[in-house]
């Protein structure tokens, strides 16, 4: 995903901390399910890097699950991190098991092999490079170091993709990449036994003002460079949201998300010093 402009999602996550979690219902409830796999897979990590923190939930409910660890919370956003910070008792941090790193998730400023697990809900939508992010995630990993995230699929917001398609051309929704496409990726980088599955969660509201009002609070705008850059005009506003509303059923609107899931491990043994001589299989679960 080249078109992505991290400055302005940097931006857009900073202004939209302090009221981000009104409004995170979809984020928890994906950070929630995210997190329930774990309990089926045996690890005791002793290191747990948490990609794409935001205001600290997943890293919240990481804590409960492995309370012996040490745990790296990592946005892009200061403001969110700062958010994050505030809820963290003071005695984790007394003890260093909690710390924070601003910072690119595809150049992570950690050493190779120093980390146990590497956890993300989704955020990994937002990064424009995939095969450079599973490179750094697997270079951090410790030789069977456990790979967990959530993401984003290309049928997220398609009702609004769908509407504003009506009145114009432009780009208005991110087109996120598919699963297969992350499974490929994974590949590439050398991850070992990757699995990928998707769902779709629809939410509902009333209108659609109320979708784009939770859309700017989540700082979820449009990251592309290709965006429109000036103001969207009265017509066009107003014929998107006429297009939006013949979808309307049972008095709501429809709002779907279609989240993957995937997972993956680290190699034992370092690709570059093991030669591999044939593809690994990405497992895709329907």
């Given at each position: 995903m080249s078109d992505i402009d991290k400055a302005w999602i940097r931006s857009s996550f900073d202004h939209a901390a302090e009221r981000y979690d009104s409004v995170a219902f979809l984020q928890r409830e994906v950070a929630d399910r995210l997190d329930d796999r774990l309990q089926y897979i045996k690890v005791e990590p002793e290191v747990i890097l948490d990609i794409g923190s935001g205001t600290g939930y997943s890293a919240g409910k990481l804590r409960q699950r492995y309370p012996k660890a040490r745990i790296i919370e990592l946005d892009i956003a200061p403001a969110m991190l700062m958010s994050s910070r505030k809820k963290q008792g003071w005695l984790s941090r007394l003890r260093r098991q909690h710390q924070y790193l601003c910072a690119d998730a595809e150049n992570l400023p950690l050493a190779k092999d120093s980390v146990d697990l590497v956890f993300?809900?989704?955020?990994?939508?937002?990064?424009?490079?995939?095969?450079?992010?599973?490179?750094?995630?697997?270079?951090?990993?410790?030789?069977?170091?456990?790979?967990?995230?959530?993401?984003?699929?290309?049928?997220?917001?398609?009702?609004?993709?769908?509407?504003?398609?009506?009145?114009?051309?432009?780009?208005?929704?991110?087109?996120?990449?598919?699963?297969?496409?992350?499974?490929?990726?994974?590949?590439?980088?050398?991850?070992?036994?990757?699995?990928?599955?998707?769902?779709?969660?629809?939410?509902?509201?009333?209108?659609?003002?109320?979708?784009?009002?939770?859309?700017?609070?989540?700082?979820?705008?449009?990251?592309?460079?290709?965006?429109?850059?000036?103001?969207?005009?009265?017509?066009?506003?107003?014929?998107?949201?006429?297009?939006?509303?013949?979808?309307?059923?049972d008095n709501v609107i429809p709002a779907t998300y279609e989240v993957l899931y995937g997972h993956a491990w680290a190699p034992e043994q370092d690709f570059d010093e093991v030669k591999q001589d044939f593809p690994i299989p990405v497992k895709i679960v329907k």
């Open positions: 993300s809900s989704l955020a990994f939508q937002w990064c424009k490079n995939h095969e450079a992010l599973f490179n750094e995630v697997r270079r951090v990993l410790k030789p069977a170091g456990l790979l967990m995230f959530s993401s984003l699929g290309p049928d997220t917001l398609k009702e609004l993709r769908q509407s504003w398609a009506v009145v114009d051309n432009t780009d208005h929704v991110v087109q996120f990449d598919d699963m297969h496409d992350l499974g490929d990726e994974m590949m590439r980088a050398r991850m070992m036994g990757p699995v990928m599955d998707m769902e779709h969660l629809v939410l509902t509201y009333s209108g659609v003002k109320e979708l784009m009002r939770d859309l700017k609070v989540l700082g979820s705008r449009n990251a592309m460079h290709s965006r429109n850059r000036g103001l969207t005009g009265k017509q066009k506003m107003t014929g998107m949201i006429q297009a939006y509303e013949t979808m309307r059923r």
